[in-house]
């Protein structure tokens, strides 16, 4: 076995240990243990099927509150909505060898119109059930089935609510901070390449640039995730749990990772002489590398305030202008205007921007009350 399948099982392993899931099977296994101790003092014949009661808790155990009270809730109306279709079959032509597979069929069809979301697949299974296991107590299991599932999905949700799950917009902030190490980390990929050789031999960057898409991806549904783990989490209402920095964060580094996406495939299709690439003077290694670096080391930078900071930024500005000063040299002398040159360093001096407005925007929210233009 390869080490990096051994490594992609071992992390896959980590991650169903992590405190987070660990919690979470805690209190899937109290709500089960409750919904079983309840289910057999349920009224009526629906003591006669308690073990609906600990299936109907596991299923509304979700990591967060809003995921539970949704899957919940749908698995219910796809339970009610297959028992309705059984129970038709029953007063009418009862269950026989065509109506059974009929009631199956027309439930499969229903689940496929997304009303039910996560029940969709208790449709056609309560339809069944009630058919096939219920039989002459049709009615009797009916109400026990779904009694029973609504008594655990309550549990889940009580226990959920009272053992409240973990808010994830730090996770999340988390995964921004990482993306922004990794946008950096590319452009510096991309300088220290230039600088080495012309025409460059590393080409991992080009691969490397590829992932920025996905990266950015996962960080969104991450985001995501924290949004919703805050929806009905008592947690939340302390109010230190706020996503939309988060969310501004984002937004620059998404349009910051399409500029240095378009940077890299501009920089291979000219260093490679790919179809359409335009060509790239060997003068240009040097400015670009340095402009290169310098911009990464403002988006490293990105929430640092400080005055070594500040005079980075400067620093990346400067290196912008001295390579796009090269550029227009170039295109004076050769009489060629268009060239990778041009695009790359355009690019540069809008991701500068971008972090320039950024930085304003929080300056605005810092300052105090009566310093704000109005």
Not at 123 to 152: C, K, W
Not at 306 to 335: C, F, K, P, Q, T
Not at 354 to 374: F, I, N, W, Y
Request: charged letters at 20%; proline letters at 4%.
């Amino acid at each position: 076995m390869s080490s990096g399948v051994t490594r992609e099982r071992f992390e896959t392993l980590r991650s169903a240990f992590q405190s987070a899931r660990l919690l979470l099977a805690a209190k899937a296994a109290l709500a089960v243990g409750i919904a079983w101790a309840i289910a057999p003092h349920m009224p009526g014949v629906t003591d006669e099927y308690p073990y609906y009661a600990p299936l109907g808790a596991l299923l509304s155990m979700y990591p967060t509150l809003m995921e539970s009270a949704k899957s919940g809730l749908q698995t219910l109306l796809g339970l009610a909505v297959g028992i309705g279709l059984a129970l038709v079959v029953v007063v009418t032509v009862g269950p026989n060898w065509w109506t059974i597979p009929l009631v199956a069929g027309i439930g499969v069809l229903l689940s496929g119109t997304g009303w039910f979301g996560v029940g969709q697949e208790y449709v056609p299974i309560a339809a069944l059930f009630v058919l096939i296991i219920g039989g002459q107590n049709s009615d009797d299991y009916s109400l026990g089935y779904l009694t029973q599932m609504a008594v655990g999905v309550a549990v889940g949700l009580a226990v959920n609510l009272l053992i409240a799950p973990r808010i994830l917009t730090g996770v999340a902030a988390a995964r921004v901070a990482a993306f922004r190490r990794q946008l950096a980390r590319h452009l510096h990929d991309i300088g220290e390449a230039v600088s080495e050789s012309w025409p460059p031999e590393r080409d991992a960057w080009v691969r490397d640039a590829a992932a920025l898409a996905d990266t950015s991806r996962e960080v969104r549904r991450a985001l995501v995730e924290a949004d919703t783990s805050r929806k009905g989490n008592p947690r939340a209402m302390r109010g230190r749990h706020g996503t939309s920095d988060v969310h501004d964060r984002l937004e620059v580094l998404e349009l910051i990772a399409v500029r240095t996406r378009d940077i890299s495939e501009t920089l291979a299709d000219a260093i490679w002489e790919r179809p359409g690439g335009l060509g790239l003077d060997a003068d240009l290694a040097d400015p670009l590398s340095e402009a290169c670096q310098r911009v990464a080391d403002c988006i490293e930078q990105d929430d640092d305030d400080s005055a070594e900071a500040h005079r980075s930024r400067e620093g990346a500005a400067r290196a912008v202008r001295l390579l796009l000063e090269e550029v227009n040299r170039i295109a004076v002398n050769s009489g060629q205007a268009i060239g990778p040159g041009v695009v790359i360093g355009m690019h540069l001096r809008r991701i500068l921007l971008l972090l320039r407005s950024r930085d304003e925007q929080q300056g605005r929210e810092r300052a105090p009350r009566g310093d704000v233009d109005t």
